[in-house]
């Protein structure tokens, strides 16, 4: 199962880092969609709880390959 790197930053400056599979970054989406409340995000290492009401962004790093210094 392939894993791609999430930043999800919160209202106040905080970001947490960790790496997720593409369904779990889909189903933030949709919660986020819906609105506020509490959502369980899992992570490679381990389970999240997050307040949806806090959540600034999500960012979501591309898998592709680079090489070099400029892509």
């Known amino acids: ?7 999800i930053g919160f209202a106040g400056g905080l970001v947490l ?5 593409a369904e779990a970054v889909g189903a933030l989406r949709e919660a986020l969609a819906k609105g506020s409340g509490w ?10 709880s997050l307040d949806l009401a806090q959540v600034a962004y999500v960012r979501v790093e591309s898998d592709e390959p680079r090489v070099g210094f400029g892509a």
Do not use: N, P, Q, Y
């Open 39 to 48: 959502h369980e995000f899992a992570l490679e290492d381990g389970t999240v």
């Open 1 to 7: 199962m392939r894993h791609a790197k999430v930043s």
């Open 17 to 21: 880092s960790g790496r997720a599979t």
